[in-house]
Every structure is written in structure tokens, then in C-alpha cells.
């Protein structure tokens, strides 16, 4: 008999069964695919990354910068692995997808104290147990997931971005570049659409308002008024192009589209808005389109995205798509430490615990997997400091909000501010992610033993 059930195989439960085993326990890790398929997947692989392939910012002075050096400093089997599957992108970590996911797989499989199980789980189980079955649980398993707080799911829209051949972009009218110059390669990291008048941009964001969009189904129905008036509830940091666009004509160009520190290389002008591709592959076969997640239908897709310049003939190998998301109410279920109030031997973390983004999910399963190896060699459990991110990040979803509760990825604006307030943002960020160090450091030596 295993010690410890990780349900679900995605960047939270990998991340977590690792943990755990690194500490002694010997793990059961369930995945359901590819034997039950979901919306958003495309394979069976642990660890998939289904919408954009980038982490965030590596910089210091970003709040994803602060918690890659975190989730460093705790041991990150997945930070590692997205490391080593590192695909330009300026200071952003992008990743091949199919790469991570086989490193991801590779050190799970050659693991001695993990079994991976492809089978579907139900119902919570009664033993010592992650829970990490991400935004698109089964409905089996959903059920007995509201049983556990006597409410129904929450819930939010989710979508990803298409993505295109890179032989396909024309690029006598794109251009490589980063914004001010700051890419890895010489020529910039990125692949620019440019529009160069205002009139070829509201033609694009008119006919992009206008396109088909793909009919909600059966559960999404009662908001389907609300999605169509671009109401519907859609997780801000992840909107849908078209919802965006619908907020009003210079949304995009202040927006995913904004093209500061953009210049075109061949003549050093400035766009008036454009869009930006980043690679998708190693081979750099494949670019996605940042920021264009989206519900249109497939062949309004092609049409509208083919209108951006340097597009018009491009070929698609995935399009985007929306699906629903499910996370639990986190303030009524789980303490910081991501135990459950009201099940001591079950952990929750990933999305539907209520973080959202990569490294949100793969801090959640780390710290849920060091917890559970501790609560079974009955240690005390590690509650980070709230001035470092992934503590902060804890304490938002484990306290209950007055006002309205949606997921919630790793930002500054969770952590305490200084006493005496630092006014330049910068500086301030900077001060932040030195004292998240100091403060993670210090705390994890006040141990006696090894974390």
C-alpha cells in the first residue's frame, strides 16, 4: 500500500509527488488521460501545458522572477525541467511543451517511489492524499469535490491561444524583435505583426468583434446571455482576444497589442499597434500567438487572424478554445499550509485550489507535497512567511474575502507593504523580492532539520 494518493498529473501533482517521494513515501500518481480525454488536452502526456508555453519573467524585480528564485531555493523539479526545455523568449522562460512534459515524465517514470496509475478517480479518498485534478475534474470526482465544502464548484472561463507554422508568417512583413532591444538573440526573440495605420487595426478589431463564436454548452447555458454582452465570468488575466477587443476599440492597442518598444528593424518605425508571435518548439517549427486566447470558431479564426499582417497565409496547427475551469472556495476548505480544515490527511493544490498560472501550480504542489511527507512522519507543517510570494499566495486563498473570490496567481500586491512606503515601483518590487529571500532563507534555517 502506498503512502501517499496524488490525483492528477498535471504541473501540480508532478511537482507534488516529487516531493514527496524525494522525502521517503512511496506514491501512487493518478492521471485520468489519456483513457478520459478532456476539453483542452491534446495528449496523455504528465505535465502538458495547454495554453501560452511561458512561465513569466525571469527578472528579479517581477513577482514570476521572485518565485522561480523561491521554488530554486525549495528544490523545483519542474522549474528545472522548464529550464532545461528553454526556448527563447526574452526574459520570459518559454518552454517546448512536448520537451518539458518528457522530462517531467522521465523523472517521475525513473523515480523508484512512484507509481503512475492512468485511471480515473471518482471520488476523494479516505487515506493520505493530494488532490491536484486541475481546473477540467471530471464531473465523477467534481461532485465529490463539493461535497466536501457543502456548496457547488466556482467557476471561470479559460482559453488558450492558436498556434501557426512558422514557414507560413510572411516575413517581408513581419520582423523579429524584442521590445527595446531586450531578446536573448540578436535579431529579438519574437516574430512582429505590425499594423501600421490605425485604419488596418479597427478593420482587424471590428471584424474580430463581429466573428462567430463557438455556442456554450449544456452547463456554461445560464451565462450564455452574459458571454455574448462579454460579461461572462472570465478570469481577467486570461480574457478571451475578442472579449477584450468588445471592451472598446483601443483596448488591444493599449493592451496585448501595444507596440512600445517595437521599431521595425528595416526602417525604424513605429507600428500602431501590433502582434507579437513567440515560439512554440525548440525547432522554432512553431509560434503562438501571445495573448490571443479565444472562443471564435475555427474557420472565423482563420479568417480574422489571417486580416493581421504577415498572417495571410497562415497555416494553423492548433486553434484556440475556451472551456470551463473548475476550483473550489478555498477560504471555507484550506488552511495555508494547503491541508484541508475539515480532512487533515488531504491536501489540495494546483488550480482548483484556487492558484492561478505554471508556477502558482507548481509552488502549490510543492508546498502540498512537503506538507503531506511531513503531516505522514508527523512533523510540523511548513507555513512560508506571507512577505515571501508562495506564503502570500497561500494566505489569500486560505482567508476568507468579504468581497468576491476568483483565482488568484502569485502577485506583489498580495505581500505586506514596507512600514515606510517605497513610492518608485520599482525600487519597491526590487525590495519585495529581497526580502522574500532574506525572509525564506531565515525561516527555512530555523528548522533542525533538512525541509
Same mark, same amino acid.
Given at each position: ?237 486570461? @480574457?478571451?482576444?475578442? &472579449?477584450? +477587443? !468588445? %471592451? ?8 496585448? $497589442?501595444?507596440?512600445?518598444? =517595437? ?102 504542489? @510543492?508546498?502540498?507535497? &512537503?506538507? +503531506? !511527507? %511531513? ?8 507555513? $512560508?512567511?506571507?512577505?515571501? =510570494? ?62
Amino acid at each position: 500500500m502506498e503512502d501517499l494518493f496524488v490525483i492528477g498529473g498535471g504541473l501540480a501533482g508532478c511537482e507534488a509527488a516529487w516531493q514527496a517521494a524525494k522525502r521517503g513515501l512511496t506514491v501512487r500518481l493518478y492521471e485520468m488521460r489519456p483513457i478520459r480525454p478532456t476539453p483542452a488536452h491534446k495528449t496523455g502526456n504528465l505535465a502538458e501545458i495547454v495554453c501560452s508555453n511561458s512561465l513569466g519573467s525571469t527578472l528579479p524585480n517581477r513577482s514570476t522572477g521572485t518565485l522561480m528564485h523561491e521554488l530554486q531555493r525549495l528544490d523545483s523539479l519542474l522549474l528545472k525541467c522548464a529550464q532545461e526545455s528553454r526556448v527563447p523568449a526574452g526574459h520570459a522562460l518559454a518552454v517546448d511543451r512536448e520537451k518539458f512534459s518528457q522530462k517531467v515524465q522521465a523523472a517521475l517514470t525513473a523515480c523508484g517511489r512512484i507509481q503512475i496509475v492512468r485511471e480515473e478517480i471518482t471520488a476523494i479518498p479516505e487515506n493520505l492524499s493530494i488532490l491536484a485534478s486541475g481546473p477540467l475534474t471530471s464531473p465523477a470526482l467534481a461532485q465529490s469535490i463539493s461535497q466536501l465544502s457543502g456548496s457547488e464548484n466556482l467557476y471561470f472561463y479559460d482559453a488558450v491561444a492558436p498556434i501557426v507554422t512558422a514557414e507560413s508568417i510572411d516575413m517581408t512583413v513581419a520582423y523579429w524583435g524584442s521590445r527595446f532591444g531586450r531578446g536573448e538573440k540578436e535579431e529579438g526573440d519574437y516574430i512582429n505583426c505590425p499594423f501600421n495605420s490605425r485604419h488596418e487595426y479597427e478593420h482587424f478589431v471590428q471584424e474580430l468583434i463581429a466573428a462567430e463564436r463557438i455556442p456554450l454548452r449544456g452547463f456554461e447555458a445560464e451565462i450564455t446571455s452574459g458571454v455574448q454582452a462579454g460579461k461572462g465570468k472570465y478570469f481577467e488575466a486570461c @480574457l478571451p482576444i475578442e &472579449i477584450m +477587443a !468588445a %471592451r472598446g476599440k483601443d483596448t488591444l492597442s493599449y493592451g496585448p $497589442l501595444r507596440p512600445l518598444g =517595437l521599431r521595425d528593424p528595416r526602417n525604424g518605425g513605429r507600428p500602431y499597434a501590433v502582434v507579437q508571435l513567440r515560439q512554440d518548439d525548440l525547432a522554432g517549427t512553431y509560434f503562438n500567438l501571445v495573448g490571443f486566447q479565444t472562443n471564435l470558431t475555427h474557420s472565423e479564426q482563420a479568417r480574422v487572424f489571417r486580416l493581421i499582417p504577415g498572417l495571410q497565409h497562415a497555416v494553423f496547427v492548433r486553434y484556440g478554445q475556451m472551456h470551463r475551469n473548475t476550483y473550489i472556495y478555498a477560504p471555507d476548505v484550506l488552511k495555508p499550509t494547503l491541508q484541508c480544515r475539515q480532512i487533515p490527511q488531504l491536501f489540495i493544490a494546483g488550480q482548483i485550489s484556487g492558484v492561478e498560472g505554471y508556477l502558482s501550480n507548481i509552488a502549490s504542489g @510543492l508546498l502540498a507535497g &512537503i506538507n +503531506a !511527507a %511531513r503531516y505522514f512522519q508527523a512533523k510540523d507543517l511548513i507555513q $512560508l512567511p506571507n512577505t515571501t =510570494l508562495l506564503g502570500a499566495l497561500c494566505e489569500y486563498i486560505s482567508t476568507p474575502n468579504p468581497h468576491h473570490f476568483q483565482p488568484m496567481s502569485a502577485s506583489f500586491r498580495l505581500i505586506p507593504p514596507f512600514e515606510n512606503k517605497i513610492r518608485n515601483k520599482t525600487d519597491r518590487y526590487k525590495a519585495y523580492a529581497r526580502r522574500s529571500s532574506s525572509d525564506l532563507n531565515h525561516y527555512l534555517n530555523g528548522f533542525n532539520e533538512a525541509i
